[in-house]
């Protein structure tokens, strides 16, 4: 199969499909929070990357997943490690979660980013 130009995408927000990640999927979720992952690929369950927004309000979990690459488009984000250790992130920045991390995911103000989360 040859692609062309018609296979190449662009990623915003109107291009891509909304996802909702369903509370139970964490292990602790505080009151408010809020965020939607707008998908531009999909290969797998754990390997799909597009466009991310997240309001104010925090999720922990014991295991993150998959290894994920974000860039911060806008906003402020907190990582906090299963011992409170913690780094924030915020509009121009990019970090990488990596996957089995525990811990607690934290928007700090109303936030969106690019991400890539990988096996």
């Not at 996802?19 to 754990?46: K, L, M, N, Q």
């Not at 466009?51 to 295991?63: I, K, Q």
């Not at 974000?70 to 906090?80: I, K, N, P, S, T």
């Not at 990596?98 to 700090?108: V, Y």
Request: glycine share 10%.
């Amino acid at each position: 199969m040859t692609l062309s130009i018609d296979d190449v995408t662009a990623v915003t927000f109107e291009s891509t499909r909304a996802h909702v990640p369903d509370p139970s999927d964490y292990t602790t979720v505080t009151p408010g929070w809020s965020e939607t992952e707008y998908r531009a690929v999909e290969i797998a369950d754990d390997s799909l990357g597009g466009l991310w927004e997240g309001r104010p309000g925090a999720v922990s979990f014991d295991e993150w997943p998959y290894t994920e690459f974000c860039v911060m488009l806008e906003g402020r984000v907190a990582v906090v490690d299963h011992a409170g250790r913690r780094r924030e992130f915020g509009a121009g920045e990019a970090f990488v979660v990596p996957k089995g991390f525990r811990g607690t995911w934290e928007t700090i103000e109303p936030s969106r980013k690019y991400f890539v989360a990988m096996r």
